[in-house]
């Protein structure tokens, strides 16, 4: 039974630069969400994709943005980098977006903005 | 807006101690979920356990033990007779229901545990 995957798992990119990560969910499972966790804290709401729609989104400005294909991957793509947006990017998927579903984490992407 | 303390940023205990760490979490909500998650130095989240505001009822499983106190808002994860494989980032999450559909995680800071030899 796969668990979440992501890829890439490093990725370096330079100020200005867009960049795409990819998220596959677990087995069974047909709700995406994305979080950023910078060094040292908890993760942070993105986005849940669920039905191939953005259902909610977090404090995060329009740079950021994703998608959902039929069969439930999901993409998150950063435009216009900043140092800031250097981070571990986590992709969960859950059966269905309910509150009371846990949510599976990805081993994520590490992404540095030199 | 909820909000998710975890006080404790460090703890480092000797393997076989117990340890317990802190959760305190707000919400405006009366139905919510908590959890806990693991995070080793791989970087994946594992999830450990989910408890509804409903069920108060303590659990153990193996050497893992949750307190949920809802009069204090205290949802305390304890392990019992640690070893070097629990070093890992604990995080605890309070679901949050977003509108008529989607639901998202609110994390505390974490809490670094290291068990030494």
């Known amino acids: 039974d796969a668990g979440v995957t992501q890829s890439p798992t490093h990725l370096i990119k330079t100020r200005g630069q867009q960049v795409t990560l990819r998220c596959s969910p677990k087995s069974g499972h047909d709700t995406v969400s994305w979080y950023q966790q910078a060094l040292g804290q908890g993760p942070q709401f993105i986005f849940q994709?669920?039905?191939?729609?953005?259902?909610q989104r977090g404090n995060f400005p329009d740079r950021f943005s994703g998608h959902q294909f039929p069969n439930y991957s999901s993409e998150l793509n950063v435009n216009a980098l900043l140092l800031g947006d250097s981070a571990l990017y986590l992709c969960?998927?859950?059966?269905?977006?309910?509150?009371?579903?846990?949510?599976?984490f990805g081993d994520g992407t590490r992404l540095s903005i030199l | 807006a909820q909000k998710v303390t975890q006080a404790q940023t460090e703890i480092s205990v000797v393997e076989k101690e117990d340890v317990t760490l802190d959760c305190v979490y707000e919400t405006r909500d009366t139905t919510y979920y908590l959890f806990w998650y693991k995070q080793p130095p791989s970087g994946e989240l594992v999830f450990l356990i989910r408890r509804n505001s409903f069920d108060e009822q303590n659990e153990i499983s193996g050497r893992y033990s949750w307190n949920f106190q809802k009069s204090t808002s205290s949802f305390n994860f304890t392990i019992t007779a640690s070893q070097v494989v629990d070093s890992a980032v604990y995080f605890c999450?309070?679901?949050?229901?977003?509108?008529?559909?989607?639901?998202?995680?609110?994390f505390g800071e974490g809490t670094q545990l290291t068990v030494n030899p």
């Open positions: 999450a309070l679901s949050e229901p977003l509108g008529t559909s989607g639901s998202r995680l609110t």
């Open positions: 969960a998927s859950s059966l269905g977006s309910l509150t009371n579903q846990p949510q599976h």
């Open positions: 994709y669920y039905e191939e729609e953005e259902r």
